[in-house]
């Protein structure tokens, strides 16, 4: 009965969401056309095709123009610091949860004080920390300079240009720490949300406490847990933006440089806004499939 009822009302609710979209759409119309007539502003999208991709005579091909080679950057940012977010940010929801003293005292020194930190003064203390000290006591340019040319193209695809790997990393390092410290909570979160039977049922067949977590515990949790974990990287995507105070040439420090350049700051600005919305909103469309389908997979089982 509630089903029929559900599809019985769907009409109606189609029209209501299309009204409002109409509305929008109209308002969002309205301001644009109000802001062209108010503000003595030449728009000129023409200079906008050669910050994506521009014909070079030296060569004879095609290379990647400055906005173009900032979106590069961004998505090899948000996928290398994701994945180390998301290792980093397991191990310390785990400690979180520890039946040990000394590791739930780690975990959470980790996390409370990151999460209660700008982010922009760890980016900074990083920074100095990361790039001014420890890669340079690591050798790291001079292990770059020697790097075999048959490896430096695949770990320009991987990294980037070798010249900007050092600040790479430190933006990698960086984004992991400060992201993982959320990700830890979401992970301490979703082991605590199995019930305690399943720990209990775990010790009764015999299983120690770490095999009941990775073989009982986490495997549930895991399903809790992918919802938030998924937009916690959309977040990533956005936040890292915030390297560009410390010149890393993702898609917002190429912005900001072309802007200075050219002063076409509502062009370049409206690109990055359009990139930006590209690369997450199929990430947060992901999110919303993947709450459906366990929510459905949960109440079929």
């Not at 920390?129 to 790097?147: K, T």
């Not at 949300?193 to 209990?200: C, I, L, N, R």
């Not at 406490?209 to 992918?226: D, E, K, N, S």
């Amino acid at each position: 009965m509630a089903r029929w009822a559900a599809k019985a009302y769907r009409p109606q609710a189609l029209a209501l969401d299309l009204a409002v979209l109409l509305l929008a759409g109209g308002g969002a119309a309205w301001l644009v056309l109000r802001a062209q007539a108010a503000l003595p502003y030449a728009w000129d999208w023409s200079v906008i095709p050669q910050f994506l991709a521009y014909f070079d005579p030296a060569s004879g091909g095609w290379r990647a123009g400055r906005i173009l080679a900032g979106l590069l950057t961004t998505i090899r940012l948000s996928l290398w610091a994701g994945g180390l977010a998301l290792a980093l940010g397991t191990a310390a929801g785990l400690m979180r949860v520890s039946g040990r003293l000394f590791w739930r005292l780690t975990g959470g020194a980790y996390v409370l004080c990151v999460r209660n930190t700008p982010p922009l003064v760890l980016i900074f203390l990083f920074s100095y920390f990361l790039g001014g000290q420890l890669i340079q006591a690591l050798g790291l340019d001079a292990a770059l300079a020697h790097l075999p040319e048959g490896l430096r193209a695949p770990a320009e695809v991987l990294f980037g240009p070798l010249r900007q790997m050092p600040g790479f990393l430190v933006g990698v390092i960086t984004l992991a720490l400060i992201e993982g410290a959320y990700m830890a909570e979401i992970v301490r979160a979703g082991v605590q949300s199995v019930e305690q039977g399943q720990w209990d049922a775990a010790f009764a067949l015999g299983l120690p406490r770490w095999r009941a977590l990775g073989h009982v515990i986490l495997p549930q949790a895991l399903r809790r847990m992918l919802p938030a974990l998924t937009g916690q990287f959309v977040s990533l995507v956005k936040d890292s933006a915030i390297v560009s105070v410390i010149s890393i040439p993702e898609l917002t420090f190429q912005a900001q440089e072309l802007v200075s350049a050219t002063y076409r700051s509502f062009e370049v600005w409206t690109l990055v806004l359009v990139l930006y919305l590209a690369l997450n909103l199929p990430c947060s469309l992901a999110t919303r499939w993947l709450e459906g389908r366990l929510a459905r997979s949960d109440r079929s089982g």
